[in-house]
C-alpha cells in the first residue's frame, strides 16, 4: 500500500512560481513512474507531467518549458517546480503513482495510476 501526500499549494499571480511536494509512505519500490495530474472545475483530469523511475521525463505540450518534474529518492518525494504560471494552469493538482509499466502514449489514462494523493488546490490570478 502507498499514501501520497501533497504540499505547496496556493494562490500566485500570473507569471510567479510555485514548487508542490508529493510525500509518498509505503513500500514505494513497486512504483513504475509517478506523475501529476490537475483537474479544473468542470474539466476532466488531466496528466501534466510524469517521471519514470530511471528518471525519463515527459510534459504535456501546455506545460513544456515551464513546469520541471523530479524526484529525491532518498526522501521519497516527488515535486512539481511551476514557473511563468497562467490563469489556465489553475486547479487542483493531485499526485499519482503507477504500478504498471510506462507508456508514452497512455501515461496520461487514468486507470493506469495505481494510488492517488488528496490533491493540492493552484489558483492563479490574471
Known amino acids: 500500500q502507498l499514501q501520497l501526500v501533497e504540499s505547496g499549494g496556493g494562490s500566485v499571480q500570473a507569471g510567479g512560481s510555485l514548487r508542490l511536494s508529493c510525500a509518498a509512505y509505503?513500500?514505494?519500490?513497486?512504483?513504475?513512474?509517478m506523475a501529476w495530474f490537475r483537474q479544473a472545475p468542470g474539466k476532466e483530469r488531466e496528466g501534466v507531467a510524469v517521471?519514470?523511475?530511471?528518471?525519463?521525463?515527459n510534459y504535456v505540450d501546455s506545460v513544456k518549458g515551464r513546469f520541471t518534474i523530479s524526484q529525491d529518492n532518498a526522501k521519497n518525494t516527488l515535486y512539481l517546480q511551476m514557473n511563468n504560471l497562467k490563469p489556465e494552469d489553475s486547479a487542483m493538482y493531485y499526485c499519482?503513482?503507477?504500478?504498471?509499466?510506462?507508456?508514452?502514449?497512455?501515461?496520461?489514462?487514468?486507470?493506469?495510476?495505481?494510488?492517488w494523493g488528496q490533491g493540492t488546490q493552484v489558483t492563479v490570478s490574471s
Open positions: 499519482a503513482a503507477s504500478l504498471l509499466s510506462f507508456s508514452r502514449v497512455y501515461w496520461m489514462e487514468l486507470r493506469r495510476v495505481s494510488y
Open positions: 509505503g513500500y514505494t519500490d513497486s512504483t513504475t513512474y
Open positions: 517521471i519514470v523511475s530511471e528518471g525519463t521525463t
